[in-house]
């Protein structure tokens, strides 16, 4: 029987998002991905974006699937539901990948998310178009993919519901994924694109928080780096499942 792959896109993005891993990986393992809720089908459509009920909606996919026990790999804010997934779930994680992956320590990101929910009231597009523009400093446009992810990412944000975004932020600013993180016991890979200084400015004591994390850095790659360097990441994250191949066929 195959090991199972859940894959967890990131904010104003779809399961799409790792369409080419899923299609690398379903040969040797049975692989999921899901639209995060007002995301998709349901983009635009009023929603209770909570980090209760993004858990909820992890849960119930484990249910709807019949999946006992899954790797789980989330793309950027993907982290936060896929990590208190793993915290509360211990027995149904048998990895943890995050890509870009975060959390609310004093940073140049947390400065940013925190500005950005003082000013929420301002009209949304306008609003959304300088959160787009801090979220993708000019240093991370010398890469051609970032400069198109900056424009993607404003066009789909402006489809999503307006408290969407906002609800994120305020997750990133307010709850404590540090904990969770350090009651993970789950292995875990950690990938950053070299060029994602902003959020790689969170992860200043990661080895103090998860000493057992595989932080690995694809270079020439930006924040989305499956995204940028598909192959290096196939890689990288191959590497890290065939532990588990290795356990499975000593034991």
């Known amino acids: 029987m195959k090991e199972a792959i ?15 891993q899923m299609d690398y990986f379903q040969t040797k393992y049975d692989t999921y991905a899901y639209n995060l809720l007002g995301h998709g089908e349901d983009r635009g459509k009023p929603i209770e974006f909570t980090l209760h009920h ?17 790797h789980i790999c989330s793309l950027s804010y993907g982290c936060y539901p896929s990590t208190i997934f793993a915290s509360k779930y211990k027995d149904k994680v048998r990895s943890l990948c995050y890509i870009g992956g975060h959390y609310n320590a004093p940073s140049q990101l947390f400065d940013v998310l925190r500005h950005h929910w003082n000013v929420r009231e301002e009209e949304y597009s306008k609003w ?11 240093e991370s446009l010398i890469d051609p993919y970032a400069v198109i992810s900056k424009k993607i990412y404003y066009k789909y944000g402006l489809e999503l519901a307006e408290n969407i975004l906002k609800n994120a932020i305020e997750h990133r600013l307010y709850y404590d994924l540090r904990r969770d ?10 990938v950053m694109g070299d060029h994602d200084t902003l959020y790689k ?3 200043k ?3 103090e928080i998860v000493p057992h994390v595989i932080y690995k850095e694809i270079k020439h790659a930006g924040h989305a780096a499956n995204l940028f360097r598909p192959n290096c990441f196939k890689e990288l994250y191959e590497g890290f499942l065939m532990q588990f191949q290795l356990e499975g066929a000593i034991s």
Request: zero cysteines.
């Open 6 to 20: 859940i894959f967890i896109h990131g904010l104003t993005g779809t399961k799409r998002a790792f369409k080419k």
């Open 181 to 190: 993180l350090k009651s993970v016991t789950a292995p875990i890979l950690w």
């Open 205 to 207: 004591e990661l080895a």
């Open 201 to 203: 400015s969170t992860l």
């Open 54 to 70: 993004l858990v909820q909606q992890l849960e119930e996919f484990y249910e709807e699937n019949g999946i006992n026990e899954a």
């Open 128 to 138: 959304l178009k300088h959160y787009t523009n801090d979220i993708y400093p000019k």
